[in-house]
């Protein structure tokens, strides 16, 4: 079994936390980058058998019409949406570099505990994220997946696959419309690659 995992494209509105709680669209240039991820507007041959969708409208406005245009079913599974980042929400680095120089720095020093203010917490985070991963490796056995998702997702899968703490993730640096591919075999679960960029030319 492997799964795919395709962050969004960049959305509009420039650099900024977006979790939960703010869902940009997709610009121009964050849509063409999803396109370009998958071999095109018009992709000829690909390996999925199903594309696995967050909700929010980064993701599901570029996997609807890829479910359309490649005949393939389409899920929505509300657990891959971002970690919410409370009080963080909709606002940039740079701001908060300037204005809260101090809660920027510690939240990358223990991501864990110093989380903004009303930002969901990662243990809970890791719970629905787990989860959704073992309900997809339980009803797709076998089958080759498309997730369109979030950085803060992958991270969490990432870690999941090597077993390592939670407090690893902001470590890992994922880019718009990177893909991360998750393999299962008889030997259990391997991370084959991360942040490709056409994922569908390694089948």
């Known amino acids: 079994m492997r799964i795919d995992f395709l962050r969004h494209g960049e959305p509009t509105g420039g650099e900024r936390y977006r979790g939960s709680g703010v869902d940009d669209p997709l610009s121009e240039t964050g849509l063409e980058q999803m396109w370009q991820a998958v071999g095109g507007r018009a992709p000829t041959s690909v390996p999925w058998t199903r594309i696995i969708s967050s909700p929010m409208r980064r993701c599901l406005d570029f996997a609807a019409p890829l479910s359309r245009t490649l005949n393939l079913p389409l899920t929505q599974v ?60 339980r009803q797709h056995a076998g089958e080759h997946l498309l997730v369109v998702t979030h950085a803060g997702v992958i991270r969490a899968v990432i870690c999941a696959a090597l077993e390592v703490p939670t407090e690893a993730m902001y470590r890992i640096r994922i880019p718009y419309a990177g893909a991360t591919r998750l393999r299962r075999d008889d030997r259990g679960m391997m991370l084959e690659f991360v942040n490709r960029r056409h994922p569908a030319d390694s089948a």
């Open 78 to 137: 509300p657990d891959l949406r971002e970690v919410g980042f409370g009080s963080w929400e909709g606002r940039t680095p740079e701001d908060l570099r300037r204005n809260s120089p101090e809660e920027f720095l510690a939240f990358f020093h223990d991501p864990m505990h110093a989380r903004p203010r009303g930002a969901e917490p990662l243990d809970d985070f890791r719970r629905r994220v787990d989860g959704a991963l073992d309900e997809m490796l």
